[in-house]
């Protein structure tokens, strides 16, 4: 099969087209036909090796973590997700996304609704997953309005409109390009720079962080002391201000729900930029680049 990865830890150039055989599904894994495939931040940073202690991986690698296809063989066990079955889910330990075939645990992969296309399921488990979980986390309710610190990338903007459905005020920082789509989904524009958090025109119950670093310690020292804080891309700082990460939930129960939140139109995921397997370098350096607008994906089949 054809897949997208690389060889050796590094910058885009150890990225390439590989030609490898194709995997043999394990007890409770399936092999599924890659349709689509979801590209994130993080597959550059395990490329880079910045997330060595955390993600094993063997080299050469293929790059990407969630993909929606069709099921074509399945390990023992594996009962709910028989061949034919059109899925999405994580890949398992060990497996990249950007390949004609992959391998999920049966335990990370749901059902993929036929309202829902296979590009915007590709983006479900990251993306859509992981600002579920953050408002999991931080819990906002009716009545609260909430900072979104990079509110229109992928995961800023599925935390937008799961928050928007529930009646959650929402204050979003974002570069100014991304403004009418920002306000669009019913929030509060609040443009990216030196200065944004003098153009925070209200108190906050709450902040969700995706940019971290000096955008999180900003926004934190600014709102009221003791607002709390979840952030995905800075938990070490969120800490220095009573803030936490975001603990993820990959079950098939919680994909299968962010499945439905697609369906009925809860979430809907941008998808502005897809490129074809041969062209998945562009797709990562487009999201390695840090300002994409809503969600890339590298189309498969
Ligand atoms: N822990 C986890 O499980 C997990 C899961 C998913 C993602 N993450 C992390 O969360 C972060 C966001 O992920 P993502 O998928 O949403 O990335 P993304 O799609 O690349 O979006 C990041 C957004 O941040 C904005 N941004 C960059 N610098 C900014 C600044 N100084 N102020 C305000 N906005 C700024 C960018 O656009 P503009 O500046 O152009 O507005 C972009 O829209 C990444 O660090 C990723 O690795 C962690």
Redesign the pocket.
Known sequence: MIAYGFSEYGGPDTEHLFDLPVAEPGPGQILVAVHAAGV???DW?VRAGNRKDTVQITLPAVLGREVSGTVVAAGSGVVDFPIGDHVFGATDAGFGGYAQYTVLNASSTAHKPEAVSWAAAATLP??AG?AYDALQRLHPVVGDSILV????????SAVLQLARADGIDVLA???V??REWIESLGAEFVE?GPD?VDAISRPVTGIVD???GA?LRAAATAVTAGVPIVS??DPVSAAQFGGS??E?DRSTAAFARLADLTASGVLCPRIDHVFPLERAGEALAL?EN????G?VVVEVR
Request: glycine fraction near 24%; hydrophobic fraction near 45%.
């Open positions: 994130n931040p993080a940073k990251v993306a992981t610190l990079g509110a229109g990338g992928g995961v800023g920082v974002a570069s390009g991304k990216s944004f995706l940019v971290g955008t995905v891309a990460g975001v993820r999201v840090g300002h994409v607008l969600k």
